[in-house]
């Protein structure tokens, strides 16, 4: 299976940018593999880009030293989804003790994926979201992958930090083909309608990453100018 | 400093910056040549440590000293002029470096490593990177910037943290201290300007991560990407022991070394070949009766093959064949690698003392608008919801138990929809000092927006 994939990053209207992405493509025994992720870091916290920088930091690491070797090893699903989430576990705990030697604290969301040729894996908690859109002209569709772990829409209840571990959600499963993966923060959708996303990203109509970049630029600008002030990062990723 | 004249030097071009200082190009009007010129950018020893160090040292890949000026309170130190560019940039002009090229001038730099290590006072160079070579138009390599080189025996010359993040040695930049540094640190740094120049991916950027070299081309020898992996390995003690074993084991890869995978790639095929004889040998004899002893010596070795093949693989690290990276995209404002970062180190024990005084208050102070309490509440008791916003009209969007720093103004808001239209309320703020069990209150009195 071909992916085709691309990243847009923007400060939005922040100082800082506290969100991070990773796009990682791997070419393994001729088939691909693609890891994205998103993190957003708690802005209320100090040291939100450290945190999510650190987490994505960290999971890319464990995709190209475990995960990889994982996959090409043909481990089962649930030893991949267990080994992401040691992962995660091993960030809170490392940010749980840092916070706690310097009397800080900082935490952040993740929403992480691994695509290979036939299955998909999702690893999420907090805010950010995944999305699958399928389907082709007025019959194409938007599945949002994701639950918000949030109270009334303002309080996070789950993210990686420095607070007691709660566990991520973990999602497996089989991938459609010709189907688009959108991971996305909470800056890039709070002012767009799944309706809207589910147009510029319609499988058919995404052939080359130049038209991933662009329209998740335009779309970018269209919530910057929708008076969106937080930082505003998306991951897409069309499989053919 | 452009124009500027000093004594004999006329400055002209800035060469480049770093912890400890500036360096200049200057001419010297006498000997009628350009020379290169340090300013120290601090005050205190460390001219005279790097002076004292640099005067004593001759070898052909190290920077000779030519002259000391000091300038009012400024430090100069002239050194000789490298005509060329250093290391990263002519990685990133040109790509990456052939593999003979590559260890030919990694040995060259561990000659000069072990010729520092084996003095009779040690120097650990300990900032080992690209930036700090410069190659010059000949194609000889210099090392240059001594500023963090550390004497491992001199006891007034005490060890500081030093070095890049992705070339530096996790013991470099431990927060408990570099006691344990030695020389072993330097080849940690040497493998991963090594890794540079073979990959032209940079360890100091984001992932932070060394691959195996074959992942980038599947043409280098599997041996020197284990010398790469030994030498960058994050324990000192999984590492070379001294230089001299690393530059041997290098000595081996100067030349391509083809027959080596070729010997592997005829290895393994006749391993498929016999694995196939022997399963299609099992398939024949369980169709015939009374070879139960065949069959049994089959199946034993069939698993017995299969399980050597395992082991060899993760021996050997060939679980990444037929691996290969396309696309590496990792964005993020955090600086360097890991939590606990020099700058983050730093940064955190400046605010240590403001944060833990303001969590201590905190936590004496509590807010009975009770909205983010993880205890259940009374059935009969309804939640009122509370935004808190800091200085910038930021959303504080923390989980429900965490604790809110007063280091800046925190702006509590309640939003319309808890209160219903024309309705009367009394709100009542409460802080209360648990020790003293100390009192303030406010009331306030709310009236919803009529129908």
């Given at each position: 299976m071909r992916f085709i994939s691309d990243a847009y990053w923007d400060r939005g209207m922040?100082?800082?940018?506290?969100d991070s992405i990773s796009l990682q493509e791997v070419r393994m025994k001729g088939k691909m593999v693609v890891f994205a992720l998103v993190c957003d870091g708690i802005g209320g916290l100090e040291q939100g880009e450290k945190a999510s920088g650190f987490v994505a930091e960290k999971m890319t690491e464990w995709f190209y030293r475990e995960a990889i070797v994982m996959l090409k090893r043909r481990k089962s699903r649930k030893k991949i989804e267990k080994s992401g989430l040691r992962i995660l576990y091993g960030c809170n705990r490392e940010m749980q003790c840092f916070g706690e030697e310097n009397g800080s604290r900082m935490g952040t969301t993740v929403t992480a994926m691994i695509l290979t040729g036939r299955r998909y894996f999702l690893w999420h908690s907090g805010d950010t979201r995944a999305y699958r859109i399928t389907g082709k002209g007025a019959g194409g569709k938007i599945r949002r992958m994701t639950t918000d772990h949030t109270r009334d829409n303002v309080t996070l209840l789950r993210c990686i930090g420095s607070f007691p571990w709660t566990a991520p959600e973990v999602q497996s499963g089989y991938l459609v083909r010709k189907s688009v993966f959108l991971l996305c923060s909470d800056g890039f959708r709070n002012r767009l309608a799944e309706e809207r996303i589910k147009e510029a990203f319609l499988p058919e109509t995404v052939e080359r990453k130049e038209q991933i970049y662009k329209r998740l630029k335009e779309m970018t600008e269209y919530v910057k100018g929708h008076g969106e002030k937080d930082n505003i990062s998306a991951v897409a990723v069309r499989m053919e | 400093m452009k124009g500027m004249e000093i004594g004999k030097y006329i400055f002209y071009e800035e060469l480049g910056s770093g912890g400890s200082g500036t360096v200049y190009r200057v001419y010297d009007k006498h000997l009628k040549c350009d020379r290169a010129v340090k300013k120290f950018s601090e005050e205190g020893e460390i001219w005279k440590k790097e002076m004292d160090m640099l005067k004593e040292l001759r070898h052909p890949l190290l920077p000779v000293i030519m002259d000391t000026i000091e300038d009012g309170e400024n430090r100069y130190l002239v050194m000789e002029y490298i005509e060329g560019k250093n290391l990263r940039d002519y990685v990133r002009e040109r790509g990456r470096i052939g593999q003979e090229q590559a260890v030919e001038w990694v040995m060259d730099l561990a000659e000069a490593l072990i010729y520092l290590h084996e003095r009779s006072s040690p120097v650990i160079y300990r900032d080992m990177k690209p930036a700090n070579i410069m190659v010059d138009q000949g194609g000889n390599l210099r090392l240059i910037d001594?500023?963090?080189?550390?004497?491992?025996?001199?006891?007034?010359d005490k060890a500081f943290r030093a070095g890049t993040y992705g070339y530096a040695a996790p013991e470099q930049l431990a927060a408990e201290g570099t006691e344990d540094m030695d020389e072993r640190s330097d080849i940690y740094g040497l493998g991963a300007t090594l890794y540079y120049m073979l990959t032209?991916?940079?360890?100091?950027?984001?992932?932070f991560l060394i691959h195996p070299i074959r992942f980038f081309d599947r043409s280098f020898p599997a041996g020197l990407e284990r010398a790469v992996e030994k030498a960058t390995a994050a324990e000192k003690e999984a590492r070379y022991g001294t230089m001299r074993q690393f530059q041997a084991v290098l000595k081996k890869y100067k030349k391509k070394n083809r027959m080596w995978e070729r010997a592997g790639r005829i290895t393994e095929g006749l391993y498929y070949i016999a694995l196939l004889g022997i399963c299609i040998c099992f398939a024949r004899l369980c169709n015939e009766p009374g070879k139960e002893k065949e069959i049994l010596f089959c199946a034993a070795v069939i698993i017995g093959l299969c399980l050597a093949k395992t082991a060899v693989a993760s021996c050997t690290g060939r679980n990444r064949r037929g691996i290969r990276r396309e696309r590496s995209l990792l964005l993020t404002e955090k600086r360097g690698k890991g939590l606990m970062i020099l700058f983050m180190g730093i940064l955190s024990m400046a605010v240590t003392g403001t944060v833990q005084a303001s969590t201590s208050r905190n936590t004496e102070h509590s807010f009975p608008v009770s909205i983010n309490r993880e205890q259940p509440l009374a059935e009969e008791e309804n939640s009122l919801w509370v935004d808190v916003r800091n200085e910038k009209g930021q959303k504080l969007l923390i989980r429900y138990d965490a604790v809110y720093l007063l280091t800046e103004t925190l702006k509590l808001e309640l939003p319309l929809s808890n209160f219903t239209e024309g309705g009367i309320y009394r709100l009542r703020l409460e802080c209360m000092d648990c020790e003293t069990e100390e009192t303030s209150s406010r009331t306030f009195y709310l009236k919803g927006l009529e129908p």
């Open positions: 922040r100082d800082g940018n506290q | 001594f500023g963090t080189a550390w004497m491992r025996y001199q006891r007034e032209g991916e940079d360890p100091s950027k984001p992932p």
